[in-house]
């Protein structure tokens, strides 16, 4: 099934270790996005790729990188690990504006859980 | 500072009745989006708002749009237990589709 594919689904790190989140798309989209999700404060922005080779910085880009390997993947790298950093990591992609074919909005994957302990 | 504030937060209803969910915001946004998220499940989107006086309907669910009110309602027409989720609206005043802000969700609970 076309859409947004999130590995790993469920994760736990030790204080200062590294790891990357991997993100793919299928649906040939240009942008690409990384949000955390934290109780009580919606989804905020961390890094944004508007297009294959470009990324930009969000509400919250502290303590992570991104890479923008090809069209279909974004990654997005924990360097440190710290337990602020403990949320829900989603990944989206969008690729049209009104009066183009196709869905608006952004097509979220399943989210990557981690607890930094 | 962008906000995006919707309420209630927390909401418990019964089912068969009606109520409104409000997200208003803060900068000027020709587009308002609303997403529905299930308890541990991704956001899945519901309507899509792109002008002033914008209204979309789906089953029980009715999305308005007012972008001089900087204010967007999601009404709920006799609640079933299906409905019961956390709803989220989100604007993008760059109109770019680049930088989205999202409320913080409407935790919506439907009661038998």
């Known amino acids: 099934n076309a859409g947004v594919t999130q590995t790993p689904k469920f994760q736990v790190l030790k204080t200062g270790q590294s790891m990357t989140l991997q993100c793919a798309q299928d649906m040939n989209h240009n942008s690409m996005y990384w949000y955390r999700q934290d109780p009580g404060m919606g989804l905020r922005l961390i890094y944004y790729?508007?297009?294959?080779?470009?990324?930009d910085k969000g509400e919250v880009p502290n303590g992570y990188n991104v890479s923008r390997l090809n069209k279909r993947e974004f990654s997005l790298r924990l360097e440190s690990a710290a337990p602020s950093q403990t949320s829900v990591y989603f990944c989206?992609?969008?690729?049209?504006?009104?009066?183009?074919?196709?869905?608006?909005?952004?097509?979220f994957g399943s989210g990557t859980r981690l607890t930094v302990v | 500072e962008l906000k995006v504030e919707q309420n209630p937060l927390f909401l418990s209803m019964q089912e068969g009745k009606n109520y409104t969910i409000y997200c208003n915001y803060s900068t000027t946004s020709d587009r308002l989006y609303w997403y529905r998220q299930d308890p541990g499940k991704s956001l899945e989107s519901l309507f899509v708002?792109?002008?002033?006086?914008a209204v979309k309907q789906e089953g029980r669910l009715m999305a308005s749009l007012d972008t001089k009110a900087r204010l967007s309602t999601l009404h709920i027409t006799a609640a079933v237990h299906d409905l019961s989720a956390t709803y989220f609206c989100?604007?993008?005043?760059?109109?770019?589709?680049?930088?989205?802000?999202f409320g913080t969700g409407t935790s919506l609970t439907v009661i038998p």
């Open positions: 989100a604007v993008d005043p760059s109109n770019t589709g680049n930088q989205f802000y």
């Open positions: 708002l792109l002008s002033n006086g």
């Open positions: 989206a992609s969008s690729g049209r504006f009104p009066g183009q074919g196709g869905k608006l909005g952004y097509t």
């Open positions: 790729s508007a297009s294959e080779g470009t990324t």
